[in-house]
């Protein structure tokens, strides 16, 4: 079919349970974001299904997840089929899909620029799950980079990613007049000056650089909106952590951990040596192999105690008391704390 890709993914075989899984992987709202983005343009979702070689916008799609393969070969075929160089830009500038998942509420509801920024670090890969944001800082600025576990994926999905985030920041107020900012791109420029200043306005973008990354100035990362909400935040938070440990379900050292964790929890919280010592390894190697997977150790043991927690105080009658002794806490209000920050609602009311 002339024109038309071939859709061939990549695929890796997983050592667990000998299942072979798509990888990587992108959440699905943006894949058919690119249906909807065109279906706007006037062109009917089957074009592009023909292009791309699938039955419907529905194929190849798992857990809520998309390959990346099937995804680049989307956009390419958005800029194919509407003669635009800068389909990923003007797609992501036109903020496609209107919000991702949990990310539209962590930044709606975070105190300030820098709590937003960790937790898009953080959760990232619940949108693209083969890139580990690197955030550094110097004394004026602080960088993010594009850290990618395959290699640089088309330029279309990196147009999209970063101006999909200067649209949304944007409509949130996070604007380059209050958070000062500078996007480097590894590739050239595919477009005219005037698509880039359209899209990214006044913010500077630097193209054909070593890596992908952008600065935030400094004293822009304590500006913070209006619909600031530390309770709403919290939940979103909690949410976030249950679709990473969904999506990380599968690996190994993320289950091994969690059931350390659970043994060693009636003796109280464990620390990461404390697991890492069953594990025949060091504390620092274990963090590091959370890291390279987006994950850290304290968001597994609050997701085991989490568990742990709903799941004595709906199937059983021990006392509140007893069950933050079981998940390892040395008081009841730190425990309520916890448990209010997981879930919104106290131990009591969460029970009844």
């Not at 079919?1 to 299942?19: C, D, N, V, W």
């Not at 989307?74 to 496609?96: C, H, K, P, Q, V």
């Not at 709606?108 to 619940?126: G, R, Y």
Request: hydrophobic residues 40%.
């Amino acid at each position: 079919m002339s024109g038309h890709i071939i859709l061939q993914p990549r695929y890796f075989t997983a050592a667990i349970e000998g299942k072979t899984m798509p990888a990587p992987t992108v959440a699905f709202e943006l894949y058919d974001a690119v249906f909807q983005y065109l279906e706007r343009l006037g062109y009917p979702q089957q074009t592009l299904c023909d292009h791309v070689n699938v039955r419907s916008r529905f194929d190849f799609r798992s857990n809520g997840r998309t390959p990346l393969s099937l995804y680049e070969k989307a956009l390419i075929a958005g800029a194919e089929i509407t003669g635009d160089s800068a389909f990923g830009m003007r797609m992501g500038g036109s903020g496609f899909p209107a919000h991702i998942g949990v990310f539209y509420f962590l930044s709606m509801t975070a105190k300030d620029v820098s709590q937003i920024m960790e937790s898009v670090c953080k959760f990232f890969p619940l949108a693209f799950d083969f890139i580990r944001l690197e955030v550094e800082t110097d004394a004026s600025s602080l960088h993010t980079v594009f850290r990618y576990q395959v290699p640089r994926p088309h330029r279309h999905v990196i147009e999209y990613i970063t101006a999909y985030w200067y649209s949304i920041s944007a409509q949130m107020s996070f604007d380059a007049k209050n958070v000062p900012r500078v996007l480097y791109l590894e590739n050239q420029q595919c477009c005219d000056d005037s698509v880039v200043d359209e899209i990214f306005q006044s913010t500077t973008i630097l193209f054909g650089q070593p890596e992908d990354r952008f600065d935030l100035r400094l004293e822009g990362l304590g500006y913070h909106s209006d619909l600031t909400d530390h309770n709403l935040f919290s939940l979103s938070e909690s949410r976030a952590v249950n679709l990473m440990m969904r999506l990380r379900s599968e690996d190994r050292i993320a289950r091994e951990i969690c059931h350390h964790v659970t043994q060693l929890l009636t003796e109280g919280a464990p620390g990461i040596n404390d697991v890492a010592k069953r594990m025949n390894c060091s504390g620092r190697t274990l963090q590091r192999r959370l890291a390279e997977r987006n994950l850290s150790y304290q968001m597994l043991l609050d997701y085991v105690r989490k568990d742990m927690a709903i799941e004595m105080l709906c199937k059983t009658t021990l006392p509140i008391t007893r069950i933050a002794e079981r998940t390892g806490f040395a008081d009841d209000s730190t425990f309520h704390r916890a448990f209010r920050r997981w879930t919104g609602l106290s131990p009591g009311s969460y029970r009844h």
